[in-house]
């Protein structure tokens, strides 16, 4: 996590967890923690500690699984025919899915 990011989710915080508050079925990642660890020698680095989203009661309902950031940077994953279902697929995977950018449905 980059200075700025972490500097945007402290701006963004008191609203994040209004939302928490007000939609504790709200499927946006929670985080738990923004954690700065500096070690002797190492260039400081911002960490972010965000809780599993995947709550689905049936593994067979799962088509496939997005892990989006809103970057492209490194954000593909090579698949082929034998990739599983549970692979968990990045940005640039769903920009290039014609079928995703058609039609997203959630449950409840």
Known sequence: MTESEKK?????????????KKYPKSLLARVYGIYTVKM???????????????KFQNRADIHRIY??????FNRFVKTDSTTK???????VNFMNSSRELQEINLSE
């Not at 945007?8 to 928490?20: A, S, T």
């Not at 002797?40 to 995947?54: A, C």
């Not at 892990?67 to 492209?72: E, F, H, I, P």
């Open 8 to 20: 945007f989710m402290e701006k963004i915080l008191p609203d994040y967890y209004k939302h928490f």
């Open 40 to 54: 002797q020698g190492y260039q400081m680095v911002n960490l972010i500690l965000m809780g599993n989203t995947l």
């Open 67 to 72: 892990d989006l950031k809103g970057s492209t």
């Open 85 to 91: 279902p549970t692979t968990t697929l990045k940005d």
